[in-house]
């Protein structure tokens, strides 16, 4: 078992960031996210989106409008297994986000 952490800005375009990804460590085919952040200094929206590879089904997990300054934290445990991803998008650009979880 290892732990992660990933930050950067989110894209405004196409099928969005991707913030983690299901990938084998030891053998296992398994990653959470535990953790993600997201934050700019004007009004945005999120869209965060969970990719299931094995179906190759792309489902909105839940859009946020936020007014500007506004950091919002998602504290809710996401399972990836293999090839599953975890994309958010931001419909304006220097949107900054943080992410940590487990790699099993």
């Given amino acids: 078992m290892e732990e992660f952490s990933k930050q950067g800005t989110l894209a405004t375009a196409g099928t969005g960031t991707v913030i983690a990804t299901g990938t084998p460590v030891l053998g296992v085919f398994l990653s959470k ?29 839940y859009e946020l409008n936020l007014s500007a300054g506004d950091t919002v934290t998602d504290t809710l445990t996401y399972a990836l297994n293999e090839g599953d991803e975890i994309r ?17």
């Avoid at 953790?35 to 869209?47: G, P, S, V």
């Avoid at 958010?88 to 099993?104: D, E, H, P, R, W």
Wanted: hydrophobic share 40%.
């Fill in 33 to 61: 996210v535990t953790t993600m952040r997201f934050h700019n200094l004007l009004a945005y929206t999120i869209d965060v989106y969970k990719y299931e590879a094995l179906t190759s089904t792309t489902t909105l997990i």
């Fill in 88 to 104: 958010v998008l931001s419909n304006i650009s220097n949107t900054t986000y943080y992410a940590n979880g487990i790699l099993y």
